[in-house]
């Protein structure tokens, strides 16, 4: 069990770019072999998914929604026991509730990025994230 914990929201200006990092609590606790999200909740609206990055295979899925796609990059560092999420060129619309969530990864993968979202089952507070224009 890992207790995600999210930091590096705050306030931006559109067009700036943002880095959210994830790591766990206490810090002894390691993120390897699991897999690791970021989500977002905007207010009003519900949480949806926006990077995923998995430890087999160093795979990352990455959301393919319009308002996101090309924007928005995930990486791990191990040693740091750190997941990133790589924010560029934000929007108001991106202004939201971001967070982190892990579980220990599924060896038969996982079929899209809903099937991520409902395996993962610890999650994070949440960082906030808002965006002026």
């Known amino acids: 069990q890992v207790y995600p914990v999210e930091s590096g929201g705050g306030l931006a200006q559109a067009g700036d770019s943002l880095t959210l990092s994830c790591t766990t609590s206490?810090?002894?606790?390691?993120?390897?072999?699991?897999?690791v999200g970021w989500f977002r909740q905007a207010p009003g609206k519900e949480r949806e998914f926006v990077a995923a990055?998995?430890?087999?295979?160093?795979?990352?899925?990455?959301s393919q929604v319009d308002s996101m796609r090309g924007r928005f990059f995930i990486t791990r560092d191990n040693a740091k026991n750190t997941v990133y999420l790589q924010m560029n060129d934000l929007k108001s619309e991106d202004t939201a509730v971001y967070y982190c969530?892990?579980?220990?990864?599924?060896?038969?993968?996982?079929?899209?990025?809903?099937?991520?979202?409902?395996?993962?089952?610890?999650w994070g507070k949440g960082t906030l994230v808002t965006v002026s224009s």
């Open positions: 990055t998995l430890w087999h295979g160093a795979n990352s899925w990455l």
């Open positions: 206490p810090r002894t606790r390691t993120l390897t072999t699991y897999a």
């Open positions: 969530a892990a579980d220990e990864e599924r060896q038969s993968g996982y079929s899209d990025s809903h099937d991520i979202q409902s395996a993962m089952r610890y």
